[in-house]
């Protein structure tokens, strides 16, 4: 790509529609992982979470070109790497409003199937139940450890794609001529690194939002009481289950994405 040729101007709504697709792609990869019980229950259970991943991530690549498009009035000018890190990070926090309550949900939900213990008949139930007993601020506890987990990781997730696809683009060549094993490899290596800053946050998220009211007093009562009872290990608990998903699960999300983009740009190019 030469110097002075235009980039493409970035469009949110075609990103909110590809990282739709993205988003289902992401599923469909990584679900049977999760559930792996034989062939006919490989995508058992998986309507539920549909609902929940392909919107999320559609915000998520939504507020991932919006962080773009803010910061480059100018096509001929790229991004830094600091300016698609601080996209990244707009992502990540666009999309806390569903996963901070999706996931208070999804966590109370498996305790309580470990547990044998069935407060909540479902999804729907546990939102009506929580809200009835403490409002809004009960569906939504957790939030800023979400935020904590989500932004930072998201902001490596999207600068590590970005800059693989400069990467493995031979000079002269434009990032929109990568083969299909490229994207996965960018997109694979781009989930688990988002997954080894994440992850940490993500086990102290677990723990606070499944406690009892006034269990912990904060963050640092969440870490400095794991620390104690199970040891710094545990702030990596689940590592080799979280990162056997994340590659091949965020591989076939960007692949998803930017072959829903390229249809979308060759359907609708002024949109």
Same mark, same amino acid.
């Given at each position: 790509?030469?110097?002075?040729? %235009?980039?493409? !101007?970035?469009? =949110?709504?075609?990103? @909110?529609?590809?990282?739709?697709?993205?988003?289902?792609?992401?599923?469909?990869?990584?679900?049977?992982?999760?559930?792996?019980?034989?062939?006919?229950?490989? &995508?058992?259970?998986?309507?539920?979470?549909?609902?929940?991943?392909?919107?999320?991530?559609?915000?998520?690549?939504?507020?991932?070109?919006?962080?773009?498009?803010?910061?480059?009035?100018? %096509? +001929?000018?790229?991004?830094?790497?600091?300016?698609? +890190?601080?996209?990244?990070?707009?992502?990540?926090?666009?999309?806390?409003?569903?996963?901070?309550?999706?996931?208070?949900?999804?966590?109370? @939900?498996?305790?309580?199937?470990?547990?044998?213990?069935?407060?909540?008949?479902?999804?729907?139930?546990?939102?009506?139940?929580?809200?009835?007993?403490?409002?809004?601020?009960?569906? +939504?506890?957790?939030?800023?450890?979400?935020?904590? !987990?989500?932004? =930072?990781?998201?902001?490596?997730?999207?600068?590590? &794609?970005? &800059?693989?696809?400069?990467?493995?683009?031979?000079?002269?060549?434009?990032?929109?001529?990568?083969?299909? %094993?490229?994207?996965?490899? /960018?997109?694979?290596? /781009?989930?688990?690194?988002?997954?080894?800053?994440?992850?940490?946050?993500?086990?102290?998220?677990?723990?606070?939002?499944?406690?009892?009211?006034?269990?912990?007093?904060?963050?640092?009562?969440?870490?400095?009481?794991?620390?104690?009872?199970?040891?710094?290990?545990?702030? +990596?608990?689940?590592?080799?289950?979280?990162?056997?998903?994340?590659?091949?699960?965020? /591989?076939?999300?960007?692949?998803? &994405?930017?072959?829903?983009?390229?249809?979308?740009?060759?359907?609708?190019?002024?949109?």
């Amino acid at each position: 790509m030469g110097e002075t040729e %235009p980039r493409r !101007r970035t469009s =949110p709504l075609k990103n @909110l529609a590809a990282g739709g697709v993205g988003g289902a792609c992401l599923l469909l990869a990584g679900h049977p992982l999760d559930t792996i019980k034989g062939l006919l229950g490989l &995508y058992k259970g998986m309507a539920a979470p549909l609902a929940g991943v392909t919107p999320m991530m559609a915000i998520s690549f939504f507020g991932f070109s919006l962080g773009k498009q803010l910061q480059q009035p100018d %096509p +001929y000018t790229p991004l830094t790497h600091s300016q698609i +890190y601080l996209a990244g990070m707009l992502a990540g926090t666009f999309t806390t409003v569903i996963v901070a309550p999706g996931e208070r949900i999804k966590c109370l @939900l498996q305790v309580q199937s470990t547990a044998g213990k069935r407060k909540y008949t479902g999804p729907v139930d546990c939102v009506i139940q929580l809200f009835k007993e403490r409002g809004i601020r009960s569906v +939504y506890k957790g939030t800023m450890l979400t935020l904590i !987990r989500d932004v =930072p990781s998201t902001g490596l997730y999207f600068l590590t &794609y970005e &800059y693989l696809k400069k990467f493995l683009t031979p000079e002269g060549r434009s990032v929109n001529e990568l083969s299909t %094993p490229q994207i996965l490899l /960018a997109g694979g290596v /781009a989930g688990i690194f988002n997954w080894l800053v994440a992850l940490p946050p993500d086990v102290l998220k677990s723990n606070f939002q499944t406690a009892t009211d006034g269990q912990y007093r904060g963050l640092r009562d969440v870490l400095r009481k794991l620390i104690q009872e199970e040891g710094a290990s545990a702030l +990596y608990k689940g590592f080799n289950a979280v990162m056997l998903r994340a590659f091949p699960a965020n /591989a076939a999300c960007f692949l998803g &994405y930017e072959v829903a983009m390229k249809f979308l740009n060759w359907a609708a190019p002024d949109w």
